[in-house]
């Protein structure tokens, strides 16, 4: 019989061709027009938990989109692994977006597989679950008890998951929990990542005349609010790059000398910053590195302008509103309820006189940092350096997860930020890829951890 | 036989039921997919020149949308008359924009005509036709030659009609031309415009990142186009609303005190500008009145923020690129193409380091005065009298019209403008109305216009 590791190299190829099956689906959970295929994802995840050997697998029903759920518990007075993955995606357009190739028909060239979702995050949770099945099928039973919890709303704020967790406890007790959602450093430095940063993701509109006007007539006597929600949101930066908001940083934890020397270890420089970004200079806060700057420190961005008149050629409108989509990155200890309320006091103080604003919460997650000097940590770095070939780093992510937090709080275990994407994978962008290479060695990273984390006892686990 | 105005007040409801068949034809210039529309649009105006007598009609082609033109010339010895209007109107979008009804389908609701093009500027052009189809229809004859210009590419800055004037002097020449697409002061107070401000309109790109990016993972390290965008926008205006753009007021002809007596004599009071534009505090110049911001001052505006993500829901882009749509209003001796060049030079200067910036030109248009103490204008302020059953007053409009400076510079005519709407009918915004009222004085005013310009000679016409 093959080891679970040889079991993985010998259905490359097969996982491969499931995983472009997984990707074809184009389960994008903001769009409700695109909720049949998001469901269709969610069935694709419940036969692969069957063909993984799970024992119990059930599909939840939600507000939205269901939630995922299998389990094995063949493995008494074993610990119980947790795994979370999602099954949505962002959205993507070929044309508007342009991609290279078709977002939803996936492609490899030069070892990358492209499409949209593939690093974030099908590839990843695909790689969980196969690594599953080869104990399964090589061994017959799996070295721990597991349960997966695999959602449809990641990419929409997991609005539906803290109410699932807050009333299905006994359902999902666990002593670790594993996500497959981060990235490495770069394709030979495995890192673990153990610290998150929040989210606080809201729309800013702007009024100002009631109805559309013409600019020939009413321009010059009308502050336009186009122009007054530039005005806004150009004050919510002070020209060094830091944001002015009033308060806004009062919480935001320091990062501590020794952290910033670790942070330090693994530099991000000017030109890899630039390699990976394409953008000419840097910005931001002056007094931090660019890898805190994008990894430990608090943000505030826009991520869409809407109004007035966007098609082709020119009108002369001068419109009745208009809207801006942002959101901040937050750190311990900021809350992100807390720093809505400042925002929307804060645009209401500087919002000009002559147009009204508001701000509209559109969701939240709460920054989250994991003990880094457990027994679980220890297995999972072990994991990467049998899985992956070389010893990880310890990173802090700029990205959010928002379920870290909720496990966290409510099922009072560890969470293992164990990822296989890179950090120039083109999540949420166009072109969105995987290295194959990624895909392969999360799987026989993730087959190395359950047989690291059955090699103890549950309360070691928990720690 | 009737009096042509007694035939018009007795063809009230047919000619109401053809302007509707007008406003049902989607004629939208600067939306390529609906050249079909446009073109029928045309089709509609050389079907009326017929109708209404015009021994010559034909349809010109040009890169973009037909140049409709319809003569009759059977009155020697008499001035030759010019008029021009235009069967194209701005885009509409029923439920993006807000209308109340369908915009191409037209419903009269309290006296008022709703519909896309109905005041801007189909009813107006329908009314011209239709008077001279009064005299036609009850005299056999005109009192004076006419000739009828009209175009398709107004909405999108008549790209190619000073290319058909300059080639078509012949064929255009008159001794005095009537344009119908301005507004009077209210129902009450009709007006004859006396000076236009030109245009230029712009499109303003700003670029950083190579791609799209997860504002997770870089987010407070690259200067994000769509915050770029806003800061280099808000940049345009000093905070007292008067324009930063180096050099911009440098030729723009003061008003004289004169002329500002003359304008206030027309107030604009705060109180009807808040009814007419539904905004809660009037903004700009605060050295210029209401009035004198709106017609005798320049502006510019912005039009459209376009970039990053629009649709529903949240997606954390930092996108790689945004775009505004930005305009100026010009007043005389300011050259579009010169302000065009300033405006680049400020930008670039304005320009964040860590973004590229562009600005590109769309189209121009030059401002106008005409001279209002000439026997022309005179039968203008006869006409309006005999036909609205007030005498005018005159005014300066915001709007621009280039085709006015084309026509002084190339035809060497005077130019009447002679308008029928209102300053709140909506044009270019959404619910877009024409008054039946002013529709039918307009008929009657531009029919009593014919009468008092067929009394005098070409030479006295010309001044």
């Known amino acids: ?44 995840v419940v036969d692969h938990l069957k063909a993984a050997g799970m024992t119990r697998v059930e599909l939840f029903e939600t507000n939205r989109h269901p939630i995922v759920y299998g389990e094995w518990l063949g493995a008494p007075g074993k610990p119980t692994v947790l795994v979370y993955g999602h099954y949505d995606v962002q959205p993507a357009d070929k044309v508007k977006d342009k991609w290279t190739t078709d977002p939803f028909e996936p492609v490899v060239v030069d070892g990358k597989l492209y499409a949209r979702g593939s690093t974030d995050d099908k590839g990843q949770i695909l790689a969980d679950i196969k690594a599953a099945q080869a104990w399964m099928q090589t061994t017959g039973s799996l070295p721990v008890n597991i349960k997966f919890l695999v959602e449809g709303e990641e990419e929409i704020g997991s609005e539906n998951l803290d109410a699932f967790i807050e009333t299905h406890l006994d359902l999902l007790r666990c002593d670790v929990a ?54 806004i949101i150009t004050a919510l930066h002070n020209p060094d790059g830091s944001i002015s908001v009033t308060g806004f940083y009062d919480k935001a934890k320091p990062i501590s000398a020794e952290e910033r020397a670790a942070i330090a270890e693994v530099p991000l420089t000017e030109e890899s910053w630039r390699a990976s970004t394409g953008a000419a200079v840097a910005w931001g806060e002056p007094a931090y590195t660019l890898r805190e700057r994008i990894s430990a420190r608090p943000t505030l961005e826009v991520h869409g302008l809407i109004g007035g008149f966007t098609g082709e050629g020119s009108k002369t409108v001068l419109p009745a509103s208009a809207k801006a989509k942002i959101s901040c990155r937050l750190i311990p200890d900021q809350d992100p309820f807390e720093i809505y309320d400042l925002i929307k006091q804060y645009v209401a103080t500087i919002t000009p006189p002559a147009v009204r604003s508001e701000v509209r919460l559109l969701n939240t997650g709460y920054p989250a940092m994991v003990p880094i000097d457990s027994r679980a940590v220890a297995a999972a770095k072990n994991a990467y350096t049998r899985g992956w070939g070389k010893q990880p780093v ?65 309360d070691e686990v928990r720690g």
């Open 178 to 231: 594993v996500v497959s959602d981060t990235a490495v450093v770069d394709l030979n430095t495995p890192s673990l990542t153990y610290a998150l940063r929040g989210l606080v993701y809201m729309e800013l509109e702007v009024w100002g005349p009631k109805v559309d006007l013409h600019s020939g007539q009413w321009g010059g006597s009308v502050h336009n609010p186009l122009q007054a929600l530039c005005e």
């Open 394 to 458: 310890f990173v802090r992510e700029g990205g959010s997860i928002p379920v870290v937090a909720t496990f966290n709080k409510h099922l009072g275990a560890p969470v293992l930020l164990v990822g296989y994407g890179l950090p120039d994978d083109g999540a949420h962008g166009p072109d969105e890829h995987f290295y194959l290479d990624c895909f392969y060695k999360g799987m026989a990273t993730m087959a190395a951890l359950l047989e690291n984390l059955g090699g103890m006892t549950p």
């Open 1 to 44: 019989m093959p080891t679970p590791a040889e079991y993985l190299v010998a259905n490359h190829t097969t996982f491969l061709e499931d995983l472009k099956a997984f990707l074809r689906i184009q389960s994008v959970s903001t769009l409700r027009e695109k909720n049949p295929e998001t469901r269709q994802a969610a069935a694709f």
